[in-house]
């Protein structure tokens, strides 16, 4: 099943790509952390001839390890896992690290970077992550820092030079690596804000340009367009909608965004409603499950259909599969509200969401957009492949039409049509492409049609 990832999360589609990044720094920081922290005292216990003692710093060396390994996966799971390793390798040096004489503990310091780095990367919905764990790594920290667990301490002590040098060296570190950690944390939210204060004044500068892939059908009709949205910063600069729709969605500028889409989706669909090649041609807009929270969507949806005086029957408004997971009886009743307004929907990205069949046929949607991941594989697996055409079958059963995203390449057309899948959009037919260069694909693409 493809995008496993998404669905068990239960993320939106957009809050995946950010979080990934976060997980990944902070499991490079803290796998570099181990590894260097491990190799030094491993080494320094050999150069006293403590072998038995070097033994312990090993184990900070495989977490460490493992921490860079799993830092490419950079999923919440990889991070729980490293967060327990480090957690337990700290515990076993801290509890050799018993004060004595006039040397301190130190090793414990540790737990205060790991408590910090569990709080501001785990999401604050994962309340075991980012409360209950920075919660035990406090109370375990407290814990040291009392003596309460130094009768767990080994009669063996590493030597006393070491163990002085070790306590200002640790203490150095743990302090470092927790600046480090709220520094991080700072540049990440100055660089949100400063996205987030640029992308409200986007709107109102005109910057949202709506770029437009079409949809065809196997006989090379086009049957409209789908609206793409992309941010033309001043610099010239244009960004596509991964870099900046999770942001807009944190923020609810989403709700701004997506109606000037729809406003310009609309604009196209009046110069279109005048000319015969292009007055039946429909603009499908995506639609955000945040905009679906405002209780004031319906109306503001209605409203810019309504102003432009365009046939709401040709706007067909996207949501994906995801979005319906939660709060679905008021998701339906806005789709079912704006159904009887006159616009269509269609379920975007399926194959990624979990959408029972009982669900699916409650759902006022006239069209399956079956997501990319499933056309690729269902060129290379058996199993892909059957379970596409059941779904072709289901939308079919239900009265619906499946759009195959994605398309490709000509091989993937074909095992389509085979499956009985009539609907594509792809780079294979044409990739998304500004107002202007539409028109003229159009027409060339009318022109050829005509001919052929
Ligand atoms: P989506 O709705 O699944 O849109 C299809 C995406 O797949 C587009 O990426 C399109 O450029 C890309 N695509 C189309 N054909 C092919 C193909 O043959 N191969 C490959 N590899 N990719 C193909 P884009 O434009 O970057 O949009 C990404 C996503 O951003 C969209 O995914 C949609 O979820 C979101 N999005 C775009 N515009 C809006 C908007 O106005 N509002 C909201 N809320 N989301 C939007
Ligand atoms: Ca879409
Ligand atoms: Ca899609």
Same mark, same amino acid.
Request: contains cysteine.
């Given at each position: 099943?493809?995008?496993?990832?998404?669905?068990?999360?239960?993320?939106?589609?957009?809050?995946?790509?950010?979080?990934?990044?976060k997980?990944?720094?902070?499991?490079?920081?803290?796998?570099?952390s181990?590894?260097?922290?491990?190799?030094?005292?491993?080494?320094?216990?050999?150069?006293?001839?403590?072998?038995?003692?070097?033994?312990?710093?090993?184990?900070?060396?495989?977490?460490?390890?493992?921490?860079?390994?799993?830092?490419?996966?950079?999923?919440?799971?990889?991070?729980?896992?490293?967060?327990?390793?480090?957690f337990?390798?700290?515990?076993?040096?801290?509890?050799?690290?018993?004060p =004595?004489a006039?040397?301190?503990?130190?090793?414990?310091?540790?737990?205060?970077?790991?408590?910090?780095?569990?709080?501001?990367?785990?999401?604050?919905?994962?309340?075991?992550?980012?409360?209950?764990?920075?919660?035990?790594?406090?109370?375990?920290?407290?814990?040291?820092?009392?003596?309460?667990?130094?009768?767990?301490?080994?009669?063996?002590?590493?030597?006393? @030079?070491?163990?002085?040098?070790?306590?200002?060296?640790?203490?150095?570190?743990?302090?470092?690596?927790?600046?480090?950690?709220?520094?991080?944390?700072?540049?990440?939210?100055?660089?949100?804000?400063?996205?987030?204060?640029?992308?409200?004044?986007?709107?109102?500068?005109?910057?949202?340009?709506?770029?437009?892939?079409?949809?065809?059908?196997?006989?090379?009709?086009?049957?409209?367009?789908?609206?793409?949205?992309?941010?033309?910063?001043?610099?010239?600069?244009?960004?596509?909608?991964?870099?900046?729709?999770?942001?807009?969605?944190?923020?609810?500028?989403?709700?701004?965004?997506?109606?000037?889409?729809?406003?310009?989706?609309?604009v196209?669909?009046?110069?279109?409603?005048?000319?015969?090649?292009?007055?039946?041609?429909?603009?499908?807009v995506?639609?955000?499950? =945040?905009?679906?929270?405002?209780?004031?969507? *319906?109306?503001?949806?209605?409203?810019?259909?309504?102003?432009?005086?365009?046939?709401?029957?040709?706007i067909?408004?996207?949501?994906?599969?995801?979005?319906?997971?939660?709060?679905?009886?008021?998701?339906?009743?806005?789709?079912?509200?704006?159904?009887?307004?006159?616009?269509?929907?269609?379920?975007?990205?399926?194959?990624?969401?979990?959408?029972?069949?009982?669900?699916?046929?409650?759902?006022?949607?006239?069209?399956?957009?079956?997501?990319?991941?499933?056309?690729?594989?269902?060129?290379?697996? @058996?199993?892909?492949?059957?379970?596409?055409?059941?779904?072709? @079958?289901?939308s079919?059963?239900?009265?619906?039409?499946?759009?195959?995203?994605?398309?490709?390449?000509?091989?993937?057309?074909?095992?389509? *049509?085979?499956?009985?899948?009539?609907?594509?959009?792809?780079?294979?037919?044409?990739?998304?492409?500004?107002?202007?260069?539409?028109?003229?694909?159009?027409?060339?693409?009318?022109?050829?049609?005509?001919?052929?």
């Amino acid at each position: 099943m493809p995008n496993r990832a998404r669905k068990w999360q239960g993320l939106p589609k957009f809050q995946e790509a950010p979080r990934r990044k976060k997980i990944g720094t902070i499991l490079k920081l803290a796998g570099v952390s181990c590894v260097f922290l491990g190799l030094a005292w491993t080494l320094c216990y050999l150069y006293f001839d403590r072998a038995e003692l070097a033994v312990g710093f090993t184990g900070l060396m495989v977490v460490g390890v493992l921490a860079i390994t799993r830092s490419r996966h950079a999923d919440g799971m990889s991070l729980l896992i490293v967060a327990h390793g480090v957690f337990l390798s700290v515990v076993g040096v801290a509890v050799i690290d018993a004060p =004595i004489a006039w040397v301190p503990r130190s090793a414990h310091m540790f737990l205060l970077p790991l408590a910090a780095g569990a709080a501001l990367t785990f999401d604050a919905r994962e309340r075991y992550g980012s409360l209950v764990f920075p919660l035990i790594c406090l109370a375990t920290f407290a814990a040291f820092a009392v003596g309460a667990l130094d009768f767990l301490a080994p009669g063996t002590s590493p030597p006393i @030079e070491v163990r002085a040098w070790g306590a200002r060296s640790n203490t150095f570190l743990a302090m470092a690596l927790l600046v480090v950690i709220f520094a991080i944390y700072r540049i990440d939210i100055g660089n949100r804000v400063r996205l987030e204060r640029e992308l409200g004044r986007a709107v109102r500068n005109g910057e949202i340009e709506v770029h437009y892939q079409p949809q065809v059908r196997g006989n090379g009709v086009v049957t409209g367009v789908e609206a793409l949205v992309r941010w033309r910063r001043a610099s010239g600069e244009l960004l596509p909608p991964g870099a900046f729709i999770a942001q807009a969605e944190e923020s609810g500028l989403i709700r701004d965004v997506g109606l000037e889409v729809l406003r310009q989706a609309c604009v196209l669909l009046a110069q279109w409603a005048d000319q015969p090649a292009t007055h039946g041609l429909r603009v499908a807009v995506n639609i955000s499950p =945040i905009q679906l929270l405002d209780p004031g969507f *319906v109306a503001a949806v209605s409203a810019v259909i309504g102003d432009a005086g365009v046939n709401p029957a040709l706007i067909e408004l996207e949501l994906t599969e995801s979005a319906l997971s939660a709060e679905t009886a008021e998701t339906i009743e806005k789709m079912e509200a704006l159904e009887r307004f006159g616009v269509t929907w269609a379920l975007d990205d399926f194959g990624t969401g979990f959408s029972g069949l009982s669900t699916l046929r409650t759902l006022p949607v006239r069209k399956l957009k079956i997501d990319r991941d499933f056309v690729v594989e269902a060129t290379t697996q @058996e199993r892909a492949q059957r379970l596409l055409g059941k779904i072709v @079958e289901i939308s079919q059963v239900m009265g619906m039409s499946a759009l195959a995203e994605g398309v490709e390449t000509s091989a993937q057309r074909d095992l389509l *049509v085979g499956l009985g899948c009539d609907h594509f959009q792809g780079y294979l037919f044409a990739r998304p492409m500004p107002k202007a260069d539409l028109a003229n694909w159009l027409q060339r693409h009318c022109l050829l049609a005509a001919a052929g």
